[in-house]
């Protein structure tokens, strides 16, 4: 099944204590990107990337990282999470040539 | 002025009724326009793209009117199931960025 996987689903986290949420697609598709909802705010994208080894930042990548090392993985990572870091994201792919973008089922981070 | 603006809502409709919201766009040389359904606390999925000549799915149409910058969604015949949050996205630039309008939530009553 066509699928963008990412994880962890739900996590409660502290102030500082580095994470890292992956985010795998079995779709060969070039394009990725993070993605942060908040009430009121909509979706905001955090970083993209249009091929492995290219990244480029969103509207909001203040206190995040990336890494596109393979097509199919795209980890977020916070480096020293803060409280407002705590959201819902969500992870996406999307192929220029099937021309639909397809996301993960999200992740609930609360930094405490 | 955001780049791809839509009313927040919410809509609040009765069972059966027709509804209808518009997307605004700010890029002239946005290439394709998308309508995505999210249910709350869900991942958006695909509802429908838009082309230029319209399209019909059941009782979902799609519009674009290029000229004045829009597209617009028309729900018929509203259903329960219908209520949540309906994201417009755009692809522009050579880049082929996306961008996601704040989204329109409905709530469809008995």
């Known amino acids: 099944e ?4 990412q994880n962890p689903r739900y996590l409660i986290t502290v102030t500082g204590k580095k994470l890292t949420v ?3 697609q079995n779709m060969n598709h070039e394009y990725m990107s993070w993605y ?5 705010l909509g979706l905001r994208q955090i970083y993209y990337s249009m091929n492995v080894e ?11 990282k990336v890494s596109r090392k393979e097509k199919r993985n795209f980890p977020l990572i916070l480096e020293s999470p803060s409280p407002n870091q705590t959201s819902l994201y969500f992870c996406a792919s999307w192929s220029q040539g099937a021309n639909v973008l397809t ?6 981070l609360t930094v405490l | ?40 606390r869900k991942e958006p999925k695909l509802l429908m793209s838009v082309y230029s000549s319209g399209n019909e799915d ?5 519009q674009l009117n290029r000229a004045s910058q829009y597209i617009s969604l028309l729900i018929r015949d509203s259903k ?9 996205v755009v692809l522009s630039g050579a880049g082929n960025m996306l961008t996601f309008g704040g989204g329109t939530r409905l709530m469809v009553k008995p």
């Open chain 1, 54 to 64: 290219v990244t480029d930042k969103g509207d909001v990548p203040e206190g995040y």
């Open chain 2, 58 to 62: 059941g009782r979902f149409t799609a």
């Open chain 1, 36 to 40: 942060r909802q908040d009430p009121g």
């Open chain 2, 1 to 40: 002025r955001k780049e791809v603006e839509q009313d927040p809502g919410p809509f609040n409709v009765p069972e059966g009724a027709t509804v209808a919201f518009n997307c605004t766009y700010s890029n002239s040389a946005s290439q394709s326009f998308f309508w995505y359904r999210q249910d709350c």
């Open chain 2, 80 to 88: 329960l199931s219908d209520s949540a949050t309906y994201l417009c």
């Open chain 1, 22 to 24: 992956t985010c795998s």
């Open chain 1, 103 to 108: 996301f993960g089922a999200g992740s609930r």
């Open chain 1, 2 to 5: 066509a699928q963008v996987t």
